[in-house]
């Protein structure tokens, strides 16, 4: 079985500071990982995702992530925090590349931005 | 052009009642999935559909019937809705094949059974 933890239900950051949003992962295989994003009232947009081509993944808005295997995390970066990234994050995982299996998410963390 | 778009946004309903929520997408996909997402947030899948036959059935009381008339199509049918069934149900769909991760979502349908 899959799992994904996210680390803090809550983050709050102030404006033009570091984002760091936790992301820690279960899997007996290796594991296809993704963030996505939920603005207010709106569905889920794919931020990024790791696929297992390379261990940094670069993502739309400036965000990143970085897979590392040996500390089973996938934590979301963005170096500096903008108003508009005030939004629920998921990370979320899948067993397998081929496009049809379903995802496994985690509980969110709702990103603040103190102006 | 929406890529996946669910019909209708919201929907408020007396318990007992039976509703059908809609869903299409225009991006050629094979396989398509519906989520729940309760009052919390969390997020579970409940269906998906690959090529208008199901493949995943998560424990999802019998009253939730997905159908798929083709591809590009996946509603779901709640029959004698419960007040627990209040949530935000979002469809999905994804591309098979090796490489095709990733799944993209439409807006939601807000469902309130009162």
């Known amino acids: 079985a899959q799992s994904v933890t996210q680390l803090g239900s809550h983050v709050s950051v102030s404006e033009g500071a570091l984002v760091l949003l936790r992301c820690n992962y279960s899997?007996?295989?290796?594991?296809?990982l993704f963030w996505y994003v939920q603005y207010p009232n709106q569905g889920l947009q794919l931020l990024l995702k790791y696929t297992s081509a390379a261990t940094l993944v670069k993502g739309i808005n400036g965000f990143e992530a970085e897979f590392k295997k040996s500390e089973t995390s996938f934590h979301l970066t963005k170096p500096s925090a903008h108003m508009s990234d005030a939004a629920e994050y998921f990370c979320a995982v899948t067993k397998s590349n081929f496009g049809n299996e379903k995802l496994t998410f985690g509980t969110g963390t709702r990103l603040t931005i103190i102006p | 052009d929406t890529a996946v778009s669910q019909t209708p946004k919201y929907l408020v309903t007396q318990m007992g009642n039976d509703k059908s929520i809609k869903c299409e997408q225009n991006?050629?996909?094979?396989?398509m999935y519906w989520y729940k997402q309760d009052s919390k947030k969390f997020l579970k899948i409940m269906f998906s559909?690959?090529?208008?036959?199901?493949?995943i059935n998560e424990t999802v009381p019998n009253r939730f019937s997905p159908k798929s008339p083709d591809k590009a199509h996946l509603n779901l049918h709640i029959n004698s809705l419960e007040l627990g069934d209040s949530a935000v149900y979002f469809c999905?769909?994804?591309?098979?094949?090796?490489?095709?991760?990733?799944?993209?979502f439409g807006p939601g349908t807000r469902l309130l059974v009162l």
């Open positions: 559909y690959n090529n208008k036959e199901l493949i």
């Open positions: 999905a769909s994804s591309q098979e094949g090796a490489g095709q991760v990733g799944q993209y």
């Open positions: 991006l050629g996909h094979d396989t």
């Open positions: 899997s007996s295989v290796p594991p296809y």
